[in-house]
């Protein structure tokens, strides 16, 4: 029998041609207990059914939606799920966290996760429920946004399904292309490109059964008590201005990267911040499903319409590419919503094409910071994957430097493949060592030690081995956050985390958690991660940064120079080895696998 809150099973889905079958993959309690379930579990998935070296775009290449106990409880922000692949952009493990609707009808199918194998013959959509998997062609769908085809897959199909879809750039298997359901987005690492490469334009799902929880007494207390907190100080930021407000904030502290991190600061930011547009645009707050919390906040946009804006879109499509009309930025999000792009490297990317233009490298004059009308352009380049300049871009920064060559990889903001988001981390240290080693690439979700940097406790300008703790203790409550699921923004609310969560898992599941327990999950998880990219060919030598971080200083607003040389992050990444239990050329042993794997 299954823990509370679990099927015990996940299903392998085997799209051939124009046929789909689906075959139950049992999941031992001890694999659950060991990865939580998200990340964790899809993690340990991968390492299962993922060929070693195989091509993400390849039919073999398996794709995972996965669930964890939480879902569907009436636990705030628990409505997540996790999309588990290896990533077309990095050729490294990917993941991305969404909530929504489809996460309950998901789980709901009876899964604890959904493992996509194959390719269809045609264009089509997948709908898996209680009475199986079946592939029916939807050529009508090409070409649409994600938004429009999850409308016309429930007019065709009922509106009991959920759906998950692709836009155009998924289709065209743009590298970073995104998977989108009900307006929230699966966005790094190119999922989208991965489902997209096996011609399946949405996953439609229904609800088909019930899952028990082990306490439901307890856990209506506990998701009471939860929300209560949900409403306190620490999510306050997030309930008044969204994220969007760490644009100001960060300006203010030389950490906003600017003009593809030439600058910190951005001299356009009060015209995009929160507090300006909550002002002058402001129409309406959201919450994702079964959250209490409200972050969303929707601004309408010139011409009509509106449009949800955050941090990271902002600061992407904004300061990123020097742009500061906010009906430039609230455009360019726009289209990447309709494209399906990841906005951070499809910013990213950009920001690298026009440096290289200012440089000569790239014959596109037209191509500039600052220019709104060339940002829509470009990203229209790519979500079409025109000839030129949209199939390069198309690729991402990486494999576009090392296309253009001429040293342009030096500045090209990218860790691993994946682009980095907004956090300079020549001013936060304790960051830069996070995006360095994370195995995802430069990314603040699995990493996000800026927290550290920003508490006030300590240097952010001079990392030391306070600063590799703090980086390894940020990854590690990601780790389980990410594998329970919870939302990121719950992180203050919980005093005592680890403690909490085993509670909370204790109660949904009937395990008898413990703090040690989880700490203990979470270093295997952080563990199983590095040992895939292992098995997929990274080695030390990506654990690093551009070298326009580790080598330019950054010269910031109040005179002082922030710097951060390759010597230090290599001192900090070398204590980071030590603290995980890694050799001195940062590899897992290869005789811990069959225990970190739970291999007979």
Known sequence: MAPGGFFGRALIVDVDGAAATGTPFEL??????????????????????????????????PLAFVF??????????????????????????TDALASSQFAIAGKLTGHDALVIRGKAAQLSV??????????EPAPELAGLPASAAETQARERFGRGWRTAAIGPAGERQVRYATISHDGRHAGRGGLGAVLGAKNIKAVLVRSATKVAVADQAGVLNAAKDLRKRSFGPATAKYRELGTLANLLAFNAVSTLPTRNFTAATFDGAPKLAAEELHEMRGVARNSCASCSIGCEHIYSRKGGGSQRMEYENVFALGPLCGVSDPDDVFAASARCDELGLDT?????????AMECVERGLIDEPWLKFGDGAALLRALDAIGERKPGLGEL???????????????????????????????EPRSLQSMALGL???ARGADHNRSGAYEADLSGELNRFDGGSAHVAAAIGT????????????????????????????????????????ADELRTAAKRIVRAKRAFNQREGATAADDTLPARMLETPLELASG????????????????YYVARGFDEAGRVSTTDLPDLLLEA
């Open 393 to 423: 871009l198309a690729q991402g920064s990486r494999k576009a430097a090392e296309q253009v060559g001429h040293g342009s990889i030096d500045f090209a903001p990218q860790v691993k493949g994946l682009e980095l988001p907004g956090y």
């Open 344 to 352: 951070i490297s499809a910013g990213g990317t950009i920001a690298w």
């Open 28 to 61: 031992d309690e001890k694999v659950l207990r060991a990865y939580l379930g998200g990340v964790g579990l899809g993690t340990w998935l991968m390492h299962r059914l993922a060929p070693p070296k195989v091509d993400p775009l390849a039919p073999e290449a």
């Open 560 to 575: 002082r120079t922030a710097t951060l040389t390759a010597s230090r992050l290599q001192t900090m990444i070398n204590g």
């Open 126 to 135: 997948l709908l898996i429920d209680g009475d199986g998997v079946r592939l």
């Open 475 to 514: 990854e590690d409550r990601a780790a389980v956050m990410d594998s329970m699921i919870l939302c990121k923004f719950l992180r203050g609310v919980f005093d005592d985390p680890f403690t909490e969560w085993a509670t909370l898992l204790s109660l949904v599941t009937g395990w008898d958690l413990d």
């Open 436 to 438: 360095a080693v994370n």
């Open 68 to 93: 964890s106990s939480l879902v569907g409880t009436p636990l705030t922000t628990s409505a997540k799920f996790a999309v588990v692949a290896k990533s077309p952009l990095t050729g490294l493990l």
